[in-house]
């Protein structure tokens, strides 16, 4: 079995795809979910190589509860993906009410800064690790507005993390996908995740384009 991967964040369709396709390339996958009796749909034949991790995307304290589990299950974990997506919010923003861009905050932005902070934690502190960013839309031409600025946020996130921790031990790359095939977006990612690690480490790429966006370095 090929190394472990943690797979987090929003959880999808597509996040159920990106399992699989690891699962497909015979790695061992620990799995966040939103809780304890809401897995994945993935095939039984998986056996094993699937565990399942509960998280509370609100709390600080379940995202370290994550990486615990995590240190606990395995000592081989040097690989994260986090799964952002649109929080399903598509009024317009002066019909949007507040509790929901509130709730939608704590849900996501709040929830992978947490999950992101931890993960980057407990790499530093093991000496390796390698983080994939992958915002996926499902192929909207126009996001809406708290969706436009969700994904504003985690773009500028990824690319103020590629300055901040140039020269650490940590890789840190960003992937964007506005396409309806989920699978073959799965496809892609892990390619760039694995077959192409180190060409795709420190950017943003966006699905179909042939390279990547500058990687927004120190000077």
Same mark, same amino acid.
């Given at each position: 079995?090929?190394?472990?991967?943690?797979?987090?964040?929003?959880?999808?369709?597509?996040?159920?795809?990106?399992? #699989?396709?690891?699962?497909? =390339? #015979?790695?061992?996958?620990?799995?966040? /979910?939103?809780?304890?009796?809401?897995?994945? #749909?993935?095939?039984?034949? /998986?056996?094993?190589?699937?565990?399942?991790?509960?998280?509370?995307?609100?709390?600080?304290?379940? @995202?370290?509860? &994550?990486?615990?589990? $995590?240190?606990?299950?395995? =000592?081989?974990?040097?690989?994260?993906? &986090?799964?952002?997506?649109?929080?399903?919010?598509?009024?317009?923003?002066?019909?949007?009410?507040? @509790?929901?861009?509130? #709730?939608?905050?704590? *849900? *996501?932005?709040?929830?992978?800064?947490?999950?992101?902070?931890?993960? $980057?934690?407990?790499?530093?502190? =093991?000496?390796?690790?390698?983080?994939?960013?992958?915002?996926?839309?499902?192929? @909207?031409?126009?996001?809406?507005?708290?969706?436009?600025?969700?994904?504003?946020?985690?773009?500028?996130?990824?690319?103020? $993390?590629?300055?901040?921790? +140039? !020269? +650490?031990?940590?890789?840190?790359? !960003?992937?964007?996908?506005? +396409?309806?095939?989920? =699978?073959?977006?799965?496809?892609? *990612?892990?390619?760039?995740?694995?077959?192409?690690?180190?060409?795709?480490?420190?950017?943003?790429?966006?699905?179909?384009?042939?390279?990547?966006?500058?990687?927004?370095?120190?000077?």
């Amino acid at each position: 079995m090929q190394e472990p991967v943690l797979i987090t964040g929003k959880q999808s369709a597509f996040t159920d795809d990106m399992i #699989q396709e690891f699962l497909n =390339r #015979q790695h061992q996958v620990f799995a966040t /979910v939103d809780s304890a009796g809401e897995h994945p #749909q993935v095939p039984d034949s /998986v056996g094993s190589g699937l565990c399942y991790l509960p998280w509370s995307r609100r709390s600080l304290l379940s @995202a370290r509860s &994550v990486v615990l589990a $995590l240190e606990g299950e395995t =000592r081989e974990a040097s690989r994260a993906v &986090v799964v952002c997506a649109p929080e399903g919010i598509h009024t317009p923003l002066h019909q949007t009410e507040s @509790a929901l861009i509130e #709730q939608g905050v704590d *849900a *996501a932005l709040k929830g992978y800064l947490f999950i992101l902070k931890e993960v $980057l934690g407990y790499f530093l502190r =093991r000496g390796s690790g390698d983080i994939t960013v992958v915002w996926y839309d499902g192929g @909207a031409e126009v996001l809406p507005p708290f969706e436009a600025a969700l994904c504003g946020a985690v773009q500028g996130l990824v690319r103020s $993390l590629f300055a901040y921790y +140039e !020269g +650490e031990s940590v890789t840190i790359r !960003g992937l964007q996908a506005s +396409e309806s095939d989920s =699978r073959a977006v799965a496809r892609w *990612a892990a390619e760039q995740i694995i077959d192409k690690a180190e060409k795709s480490a420190g950017r943003w790429q966006k699905y179909g384009q042939r390279s990547g966006l500058l990687s927004f370095k120190r000077a």
